[in-house]
């Protein structure tokens, strides 16, 4: 009967090992995982939510409640990932709070075909990064993904900012990977037309 | 291939993820249809502009509160 090759070594995320401290009591490798990931699950809230007090205030609850559930973290999914999901559905609990939101569910920005047809086919010439300096760049880009319904810009957040792969940004938001693909289609399609309006070629440009 | 097929087919164009029977399909539409050209090229600088650029800053001085603020709710700071 042949063999079944085993690997000779299973690669384990290092934060396998800082969890399983953590769970047995020592702080400091919890404190490793907070450094880590803190500038990211702040990143994430204040894309979903755009609010930087709240984002604080997420980051914060987020990494607590981590803490208090480290014992059902399992260890299926990467501790990145895990942290991702509880951030965003404490970031989409914040906005649902906030009585100015109405589309605060991953489901409710789905009927809009809004943005999602191509409309603008006028190119980017020179490149963005061409024709705006770094300060009113960000301003254009802050001001652009604001503009999209959050459950878009969500999605947009996790698999093209943050590069989450799309099942892992499936797992982060507990959605199938086509209806994650359908939502990134029509966020970056929506955000392409927006910036366009920005960063097309200006009509009497340079003749060639 | 109409441009609606190419659209649906874009997530996994950029993903390097379509159909190995359909890619020589979508090459060909891309090379045709000058507004699916665009679209593709634009929708690759959508993401490529949020991806580079770091819209919202973390200072220092933001890192340290947040990350003594996170340490103090989790463990009470001990």
């Known amino acids: 009967m042949p063999a079944i090759q085993s690997p000779d070594a299973i690669e384990i995320h290092p934060d396998v090992a800082l ?7 020592d702080t400091a490798a919890f404190e490793q995982l907070v450094r880590q990931y803190e500038r990211q699950i702040f990143r994430v809230a204040q894309h979903i939510t755009q609010n930087r007090e709240d984002a604080e205030d997420i980051a914060q609850d987020a990494f607590l409640k981590a803490y208090e559930k480290l014992d059902q973290f399992q260890g299926n999914s990467k501790f990145s990932t895990w942290l991702v999901r509880i951030a965003v559905n404490e970031s989409l609990m914040r906005l649902r709070k906030r009585k100015t939101s109405k589309t605060v569910s991953m489901d409710q920005d789905v ?31 802050r001001k652009t993904i604001q503009g999209l319904p959050p459950g878009f810009r969500t999605v947009f957040t996790l698999r093209d900012v943050e590069n989450l792969s799309t099942e892992e940004t499936a797992e982060a938001l507990g959605l199938s990977v086509p209806a994650v693909k359908s939502r990134l289609l029509r966020a970056r399609l929506q955000l392409r037309e927006r910036l366009s309006r920005y960063f097309k070629q200006k009509d009497g440009g340079p003749k060639p | 291939m109409t441009c609606t097929d190419f659209l649906s087919q874009l997530t996994d164009y950029f993903d390097g993820q ?29 993401i490529s502009v ?7 800053e973390f200072p220092t001085e933001l890192r340290e509160r947040l990350h003594t603020a996170i340490m103090k709710k989790c463990t009470g700071g001990r």
Not at chain 1, 19 to 25: L, M, P, Q, Y
Not at chain 2, 18 to 46: F, G, I
Not at chain 2, 50 to 56: K, P, Q
């Open chain 1, 111 to 141: 009927q809009t075909e809004d943005g999602s047809i191509p409309r603008d086919f006028a190119e980017w010439r020179p490149n963005p990064e061409q024709l705006y300096g770094q300060s009113e760049l960000g301003d254009i880009l």
């Open chain 1, 19 to 25: 969890v399983e401290r953590a769970k047995n009591g």
């Open chain 2, 18 to 46: 379509v159909d190995p029977t359909l890619l020589a399909e979508v090459q060909t539409h891309v090379r045709e249809c000058h507004h699916c050209e665009v679209v593709l090229d634009t929708t690759r600088k959508t």
């Open chain 2, 50 to 56: 949020y991806r580079e650029h770091e819209i919202y």
